[in-house]
């Protein structure tokens, strides 16, 4: 066990170098030089050649032991991301939009996890019926539904006209009470392929020789579901939800926007608005990191479902 | 197995004592996109008390699809029972509500499948699988239906037995994920067993042990066993009676010995000449020619004919299909060309 | 095997006949698949003929989006059926050329996710070692950052350079973006089909005769993965358009001309006045077009591959 | 089956304490206290003087940091009073040393910085260690570029900095010749050449403030969230982003309530408070809204003292005389109007080949913008045209202006100057390109109503929509043809808009038309070291002409502020210079508290 968590911290290396290497080539050499906005309007050039010392954007971008390059691979692995433009520490801002974006995404995750296997299960009890048909296709009809829309409309209707919701984050309210319009909609959005996918994911192990087994021995339909396929099926809703799980991390971009959560979404809207790239590349890094330790995470999670799989 | 009859004699056997499952114009279908697959046509026969009935015939034909209509486990929505009745001790299977027919499943016929390993849930323990159904219909506790459980494992002849109920189906070979399918059909003693192939997939040594440990369980338990296969060496040792499927439909049927002794049909002649037979040695083996229809171009006519040295060239085999017919007693046919079956009209 | 698969196994076409054939043969008995071809197509022909519209000046519909053609915000009525938008114009017209702008976008994304992601995947399955290690890690590396952030980043950081000599504006910087992240999905795919295949026999057969080995992937192994290729353009397709639908949103897309992301994000605004024909408008638009792409692409997925879904 | 069980119910823990964590409810207000509560549109940067360069963010820290001189809170025209300073300052004969005495008791607010936490007197060497960190090369300030050649021996300090390694690394106690103090409460400031505007755009600016030295020492870099003023209120909880709170800084000396203003002023009731000590509210809270609607229905429930109209509201709130419709009367609820010293324009870049040398085409383009109909579809009819380059507020407004007729939309001089720029140009002219500093969608259909109104007369442009970063850089560059932006200023002087226009201001500089000509320029020279008076106005109203003929931009309009505020919100006038007015407001709390439980009826 140790020695496979091992193995496969080491095989992350690669990875992340690579993250690195991408974000350094994205936003080093490709994105350039943000200096002249950071000056402001009608600095003049001195300034703007600090502000280029300030951000070592005046060291050459390969070569030497103080390239940019080097630094780039130096900060990250030490988490130190520097400032963003408006001189806020890159990883406070990160720290601080953690809270809001989790508030928001984790209730959301959950709440349609929940609902979608729910929901997965009982379309599967009547799979093959006009029930199952009609299921599929309300599913398909929210998947295409843009999300924006969904917002919109959620916003105007349920908060604005009606008055139900909160229309805005407002630091007055609690966070339950300013997270619940946002967290309803991204349910209602999400709900349509999460609930496609399990019902595949629940079909495809109803097909399975084992669930006639338990039907020959004489087993109810809720026996079989609930005991003998829920249990398989866990292992792709396990594996869904860990591989979900990185990015709860990084909130929603656009319900923050809408909603005024200041949450790591709303953060990234800004930075991409600002082209603050310190953020943008921080924000990449971490979430990159995020999702290489929960693969790990998920691959344990396996052995744990699964007595067929063992790590060694 | 004493009759195989077609409708209007069948009525007669009703009440027949020693009969414990007759299966009368069994019709199951699989309505898919392309058109109707008539995978079970007309199918009827009944199995005594206490005897193995084999049920043969290749791949595709149809015998694990009337197993499953058996069990009402014809997976829906494609498959539906199209017609017919499954009488077992008197009630027709087929009106039962579902919840009486749970009843039936695990307690009064058990099956065993053909994929022994993916038959068996991953995730659970063996033991737990088998105890499942015990505490079922035994209405056991669960403590006890362990006991049974490992009691059953160690019937079936697997060693170390409370051990290994604690053991997943991955930790087990094939020839011990079959003990443990054997183990679970008879826990609740059935009446009828149905194995489905229950040797295709194993070593030919483990073949026989398995199928020991089968008669030797019939023996105790005094169960019927419907024995699904295309293995004829198997029908010929251990089966009482046996029916011969082609195409979705029963062609021949008689106890073992006598048509192992004189088939009549053409196809149950020419499965009989590809079988290897101590004794004949030197004698070349025959095949079939042609290969199998498939379900949704069937031939019209005999659906054997194109196949058939007889039908090839016969006009009536071509657009009419024989139905199966007792020509003497006890023994059935449906073959325009069998010695006897237009007399029966 | 069991009885049930055997089933689906007997309908498996019988040599001679192409899988190609048999998938189209099956499809076209699916009435729901074959409406929604149909609007598909539809949508497809609208924003062709926009192009070729706009390419030859033709003043006709949608290519006159910008032509006023009533007061400012007026609601839906039997002269502008979907209403007028800030300008006066008509919301009808900017809707349908919206469709040009986001199947222009999906398509390039696509073709040029296709065009990276397939021969790396081909390559990386064939010839494993080495240079599947360089190609896996590349795709690695990029699945490890979340995609909508991938995107993005690439989408700030292109916007507005000269790469190669050629300005990237617009939505050429969207579907560069989308098409550079996305290429990941396919190239996985493709990698894993080519392994599965290149010990089968045929591939044998084709060295033991002495194909070269370009000659063995392009035209003994491509045929057999590209309906792979196929099923995951068809239901990608819908994500891009959904994508373009964002990145507008966030001032990234098109800006210059009626897109449906650029037309929603209009009508955040103009809800609270009560105008909602714009906001609906596209919604309709987006709605019934990747609807009609999911459930074909569904159809087209089951009926290519049904081992792909069995139930 | 139980691990993941427990995985799963470990998670949903997690995801609990997550949302119990953060949960960020304000704190609870007490009946009795004076809480101030307004919205704040934009997230604020950061609360260090000399890096404000954001008007929320100098909303904020004007309450905590004070200038020596501020703006006669009733007064109009706007009048500076001493604030820091003991009187006006003393301005030697040839303008150029200014004489300052500074205010005793003065302290700055208690800080962890001082020694023991308690706060220390205010000194003139504040001032000079303020004015040098802005020097200070280090320090980034953006408000260098106003004290650039001005203060003697200043430059030399800000070559000086550019040699030290860090910020902290600098020397400040080096003599600056210009910059010194006699002793502790007098500042003797020199300058290089006169400067009418130093007083307001130094002495009154809050970039200017005075910060104590070893608040800068102890925070670092950290100093823009950990402001030490000397003002009468100071930071307690600032939530990046979201929310900010100032309480009563209880050190602030005693203040009184002005006691006279302009006429109308004590009917207005804003003579209520005359003379009585302030500030009146004992916290101030900023909630973050960037979204106007959200703000609007926080101020219609009472829960923010004074509010804007969101433009797509507007109809519900004002009606087309300009009025309040009654069912805002019903609520009691006032409205403000007034002018912004602000103009917008599409300015054309003079260095580019096809604009700068083709007045009749910009003249046509000029012409082709009907800023009636600009205003009206997008500010609800209450901008102003711009006829000119300075806002009609401002002092040195030509009234004759509109004569000139620059404003005048007129499509068929439009297409006839347009004939007359073929000419010029000597064949076809090629599409024109307007650079637009964002995608949103006010830019999108700013852009649109622009591309419309110039295809409108016969002309192909195409709009660039921008992230403000490439809009910046591309302006610097003058890699631009078109580009619509605007200013507004901050103090009441024209000079600031014309400066926009100074040839020496071009190339990077704030002259981003790149307009330049040597009349204009020599004006400016003459106006800039004259004091306010008839005959610099004079000198302001000729460069204007001169700028409008040489058209190096079109001019579409000014700004016009509508304000509501709530019948409990008193002393609330409208500043168009002044920021730091929190300490004179005042809540009727009996009031507000009806309008509460009123609401809370309604709803």
Redesign the interface.
Known sequence: MTTYIIRRLLYCVPIVFGVLLLTFVLFVVIGGDISIEIAGKGASQETIDEIREEYGLNEPLFLGWDSQFINHFKNALTFDFGRARDRELVIDKIKRGVGPSLALTVPMFFAVVVIAVSLSLVIAFVHGSMWDIFAVVVCIAGMSVPFLSFILFGQYFLAYKWGLFPIFFSSDLTMAQNVALPVLIGVAAGLGGNVRFYRTVMLDEMGRDYVRTAFAKGLSARRVLFKHVLKNALIPIITRMAMAIPFLFLGSLLLERFFGIPGLGYLMVEAIGARDYSVISAMTYISAIFFVVFNLITDICYSLVDPRVSLE | MDRITNKKRDLKSMNDNGTLLSVRDLSTHFFTEEGVVKAVQDVGFSIKRGRTFALVGESGCGKTVTALSIMRLVPAPQGRIAGGEIVLEGKNLLELSERRMREVRGHKIAMIFQEHRSSLNPVHTVGSQIAEAVKLHQKRSSREAWTDAVEMLRNAGIADAAERAREYPHQFSGGMCQRVMIAMAVSCEPALLIADEPTTALDVTIQGRILDLLDELQRENGMSILLITHDLGIVAQRADDVAVMYASRIVESADSQRLFAKPLHPYTQGLWESLPRLGFSGRRLRTIPGVVPEPLRFPAGCKFHPRCPKGRSDRRCQSIEPELREVEAGRCVACWHARGYESTL | ????K??IE??RP?KGRSLWKDAAG?LR??KPAMVCLGVVIAYFLLAGSIHVGEFFDLKVGPTLW?E?VGR?YAPPSSKNVLGTD??GQSVLRKTLYGAKISITVALCASLISIAIGVPLGAVAGYFRGFVDEVIV??Y???S???Y???I???A??????TLFGYKV??ITAVYLAIGLTSWVGICRLVRGEIIKHKDREYVMAAVSYGCSRRRIIFRHLMPNVLHIVIIDFSLRF?AFV?AE??LS????GE??RPS???M??????????GVWWQ?AA??AA??????AL??FG?ALRDSLDPKL??? | MDFALKFLSILFVAALASIAGCDGSAPVEEPNEMVLHHVLYTKIAGLDPANISDIYSRIVASQIFETLYDYHFLKRPYELVPLLAKGMPQISEDRLVYTIIIKKGVYFQSDACFPGGKARELKAQDFVYSFKRIANIKTLSPSWACLDERILGLDEFRQYTKSCAGAEDVDYSRRVEGLQTPDDHTLVIKLTKPWPQFIYSALADTAFAPVAEEAVAYYGQDIISHPVGTGPFRLNVWRRGSYVELVRNPTFRVEPYPCEGESGDAEAGYLDDAGKPIPFADRVVWTVIEEYQPAWLLFLGGKVDAGVIPKDSFDEVVTAGGELTSAMKDRNIHLKTFSDPSTYWLGFNMADDILGKNKPLRRAISCAIDRERFIELFFNNRHLVAHGVIPPMMSSYNPEIEEKGHARYDPQKAEELLAEAVKVRGGKLPVLKIAMPGAGTWFRQYGQFLKRSLNAVGLEVEVQYMDRPTFQEKLRAGSVEMFASGASAAIPDAQEFLSLFYGKYRAGGPNAFNYSNPEFDRLYEKAQVLPDGPERRELYQEMELIVLEDCPAAFLNHRVAYVLRHDWYKNYKPHAFAFGLSKYRRIDLAKRAAYRELVKKIE
């Open positions: 095997m069991s009885e049930r055997q089933i007997t309908r019988p099956r008995r699916r910008a006023q400012s800030i300008f890690w590349l690695s590396t990029l490890s950052v979340p909508i952030l991938l993005l980043a690439f700030v950081v292109l916007r507005d350079k504006t617009g819908v959904h639908v964002i949103f966030l001032g990234l800006s210059d449906w992301g650029a929603i994000n209009d009508a955040r605004m103009e809800l609270s006045r906001m596209a919604t987006v709605f019934f077009f990747s609807l999911n459930i569904d879904r069995i139930q």
